[in-house]
Every structure is written in C-alpha cells, then in structure tokens.
C-alpha cells in the first residue's frame, strides 16, 4: 500500500529573510533523503511508500512565489489551464445531474443550473 500526500498552494508560504520555504525545505528533504530526524530521540524515521503530489497557481498570482529549482529537480510539472466555458458546463452538468438525482423532485433542475439556454 502507499501514502500519497496532496499539498494544495504549495507556492503559497513566504521565504523567510534568509529565502527559505519550510514547508519546502521539508517536502525536499523526505523526497531526497526519504526520512526525517524525530527529535524526541533524535533518531532517524525512514519513509517508505509515500508519494507527494502537489498543486498551485503561477507565481505571477498575488501572493505565490517561484517553486525552487532544488525541489524542481525531483517533480514533473504538468501545466493545467483554467476549463473553457464548454468544459465548466460538461463538469457542472455531471456533478448536478449526479447530485440532482438523489432527489427525484429537482431532477429537471440540473440542465437549467448549468446554463441550458447557453449561459454559463
């Protein structure tokens, strides 16, 4: 079995004055060194079996920065833009028709709250 660990706005934390991210620095050392030091006994703690996929926005966005070169090194990035207006409609009318058939009722609903008549 693996552990996968999803870290939203990993761009998000501040450098601190001397250019650090923490939780950078945290996510690249279990990524090279596959461990951490547990320091209530100062011993190592080897991980096994975990994957780490992470998701931000560009760094261009208020308040994001760059990711690091050194934590790059490790990662394939894979650039997703924002869905057009023909791709909203086919997730939001999914998921309300899904949603909507839970209450027979509002079944007739989902095409209306999607934008049938061409409004998104």
Do not use: M
Not at 50 to 66: E, H, K, L, S, Y
Not at 80 to 90: A, I, M
Not at 109 to 114: E, G, I, S
């Amino acid at each position: 079995k693996w552990l996968v660990v999803f870290c939203d706005e990993v761009n998000l934390p501040a450098p601190d004055k001397y250019g650090t991210q923490h939780v950078i620095a945290l996510l690249r050392q279990l990524i090279e060194l596959g461990g951490f030091w547990r320091a209530s006994d100062l011993s190592w703690v080897k991980l096994e079996r975990i994957q780490f996929i992470g998701a931000c926005n560009p760094p261009t966005d208020a308040g994001r920065v760059p990711l690091t070169a050194r934590l790059l090194r490790h990662t394939p990035l894979l650039y997703v833009d924002f869905p057009g207006r023909e791709s909203l409609k086919q997730i939001y009318g999914t998921f309300c028709r899904a949603l909507l058939k839970l209450v027979p009722a509002l079944r007739a609903n989902a095409q209306p709250l999607t934008g049938g008549k061409g409004r998104c």
